[in-house]
């Protein structure tokens, strides 16, 4: 199944499915980084000429480079651009490297994860990054951890089956939420167990409302004659259908709060509620800056008038109009950079 069926369309999520055999979902990484290196200057750049008044001294300090047009030394309109865009650009490229750097932080920080050898009936208990985990794996989260994709919540700690959360970075609430494990998992005597079980998580595609979640959890509840794995007999019973609320989920960067808690991987990357809830990065645009940048516009017009009264009335005569742009060089002080 292709990346862009399992993105759009409903997802069964099987319990005991292979890694290899599962459908490809977006990967688990975090990305919040403004810029690409490749295309990092040129977008800096884009960004500071958007501004008129950047724009201006630009083809100002360009004109200077032309004999016919210069009027001052070169260095007198090229130094304190390049002054101010060299600042920008290592300021940007600084932000940018924390972004980047936290990135890193999250996509590297490790988690314990379920595994099952179908040929050992063995469960064992890895811990693996962040940014390795796939739909369908089974994580095992702590108090104060926070909670690294979309997933489904199967047991807790508590013989409720309940856990809180905290959920201040998803949606800015400070108090904690309860969430309730599902009745099929949570009745398990061990964690292991739920290996056993056959059955699947169906889960609506994914959208970015964070208040709502539609989906069902079907298996087969297995009786055992003793308690080894790889030796039981099972007796198994007609299928059930449970269903999944918002009640059982665990979103991406939420926090637990108390006890452990178990879940299954439902969404990963730009799958996730929290990602489809974050905005791009983009540069911001001041106040400030809209207020100078329409001054800007005025004093150029100004400079423009002034420009052409000095040639009129020096006579329109021979070569004016190099004058004239040597005018508005002259007068280019006017417009603050």
Not at 95 to 112: F, H, I
Not at 129 to 155: F, H, N, T
Not at 190 to 203: H, N, P, Q, V
Request: net charge neutral; glycine share 6%.
């Amino acid at each position: 199944m292709g990346r862009g069926n399992t993105t759009t369309a409903q997802r069964v999520i099987h319990i005991n499915q292979e890694r290899a055999k599962r459908p490809r979902y977006p990967p688990n990484i975090i990305r919040n980084q403004k810029y690409h290196p490749a295309t990092f200057l040129f977008w800096v750049l884009f960004n500071q000429f958007k501004y008129f008044f950047n724009l201006y001294f630009l083809l100002v300090c360009i004109s200077q480079f032309i004999p016919l047009f210069r009027v001052t030394y070169l260095v007198t309109n090229v130094v304190p651009l390049t002054l101010v865009l060299t600042i920008t650009i290592c300021k940007e490229a600084y932000d940018d490297l924390q972004r980047w750097r936290r990135d890193k932080e999250a996509n590297g920080q490790m988690y314990q994860r379920l595994s099952f050898d179908k040929q050992t009936s063995a469960v064992t208990t890895e811990y693996v990054a962040c940014s390795e985990l796939q739909v369908g794996d089974i994580v095992i989260l702590g108090k104060d951890e926070r909670i690294p994709a979309d997933m489904v919540l199967l047991r807790t700690s508590e013989r409720s089956g309940s856990v809180f959360i905290r959920t201040d970075q998803l949606d800015g609430e400070t108090d904690w939420k309860l969430r309730q494990a599902l009745a099929g998992t949570q009745s398990l005597s061990r964690d292991e167990d739920i290996f056993r079980l056959e059955g699947c998580i169906s889960a609506d595609r994914p959208h970015k409302d964070i208040h709502q979640f539609t989906g069902n959890f079907c298996h087969f509840p297995v009786e055992y004659q003793d308690g080894g794995m790889a030796h039981d007999q099972p007796m198994v019973a007609h299928e059930l259908t449970e269903p999944v609320t918002i009640e059982n989920t665990l979103w991406m960067n939420t926090i637990i709060a108390s006890g452990t808690a178990v879940g299954c991987v439902i969404y990963t990357g730009t799958d996730t509620r929290a990602v489809m809830n974050t905005s791009k990065p983009k540069t911001k645009d001041g106040l400030t800056d809209q207020e100078i940048n329409r001054l800007s516009k005025w004093l150029c017009l100004i400079l423009v008038i002034l420009s052409v009264t000095m040639v009129a009335l020096r006579g329109f005569h021979g070569l004016w109009w190099v004058f004239l742009i040597r005018f508005i060089v002259l007068f280019s002080t006017i417009i603050p950079l």
